[in-house]
């Protein structure tokens, strides 16, 4: 069975600084994805970003972007110039590729904590 | 508008009842998933099903069955509802076709209280 791990429960950085969040996971397939789910207050789950497993380029999207390394099954989300709208839990979750009805296996979570 | 809905938003019952939360889809996903949220914000993967097959985790109590009228809806009920219980519920949904792959969208969650 897959799993993911994030090894900070909580984080803050100051608004307009940069921070990154850890994600680790353990899975015997060659190729899945990775993902980077964001959940504010409203508790509504938001897709923030995604990395197949077979690209070797890092996923990118506005501010957001990817550290994939396969190798050392990490998946680490930098977030840049942060923005009091991006406090929320992260979570960083995987999933088998291919078709079929698998759900996504989630990390704990991290709070981020933005720094007016 | 909303992709995907589910009612109700919030549900409050005693111990020993039994519930069904309900979950609508508009996208014309092909499969459709229920996730457990507990109080320390773990999500858990709970069903996922589609017209091919259903899978359960494991660790998901029998007293929890979903059932699907058709493509667009999956509901969860919940027998003899027990204080573990509570917890937010997520109803999610996807397109499933070979290998491609889709996003999953989320509904805006059911938080249960079982008092």
């Known amino acids: 069975a897959q799993t993911v791990t994030q090894s900070q429960p909580e984080m803050s950085v100051q608004e307009a600084e940069t921070v990154t969040l850890s994600c680790t996971y353990d899975?015997?397939?060659?190729?899945?994805?990775l993902f980077w789910y964001k959940q504010p207050p409203s508790r509504q789950m938001i897709l923030v970003i995604r990395?197949?497993?077979?690209?070797?380029q890092n996923a990118t999207e506005n501010r957001f972007s990817v550290n994939f390394q396969k190798a050392a099954k990490s998946f680490s989300l930098k977030i840049s110039d942060s923005q009091l709208g991006d406090a929320a839990m992260y979570f960083c979750?995987?999933?088998?590729?291919?078709?079929?009805?698998?759900?996504?296996?989630f990390g704990k979570g991290t709070h981020l904590i933005i720094q007016p | 508008d909303t992709a995907v809905s589910q009612t109700p938003k919030y549900l409050v019952t005693q111990m020993g009842n039994d519930k069904s939360i309900k979950c609508e889809q508009n996208?014309?996903?092909?499969?459709m998933y229920w996730y457990k949220q507990d109080s320390k914000k773990f999500l858990k993967i709970m069903f996922s099903?589609?017209?091919?097959?259903?899978?359960i985790n494991e660790t998901v109590p029998n007293r929890f069955s979903p059932k699907s009228p058709d493509k667009a809806h999956l509901n969860l009920h919940i027998n003899s509802l027990e204080l573990g219980d509570s917890a937010v519920y997520f109803c999610?949904?996807?397109?499933?076709?070979?290998?491609?792959?889709?996003?999953?969208?989320f509904g805006p969650g059911t938080r249960l209280t079982v008092l």
């Open positions: 999610a949904s996807s397109l499933s076709r070979g290998f491609t792959y889709n996003e999953q969208f």
């Open positions: 899975t015997s397939e060659s190729d899945y994805y």
């Open positions: 990395q197949e497993a077979y690209k070797q």
């Open positions: 979750a995987y999933r088998n590729s291919g078709g079929g009805a698998d759900g996504l296996t």
């Open positions: 996208l014309g996903h092909d499969t």
């Open positions: 099903y589609n017209n091919k097959e259903l899978i």
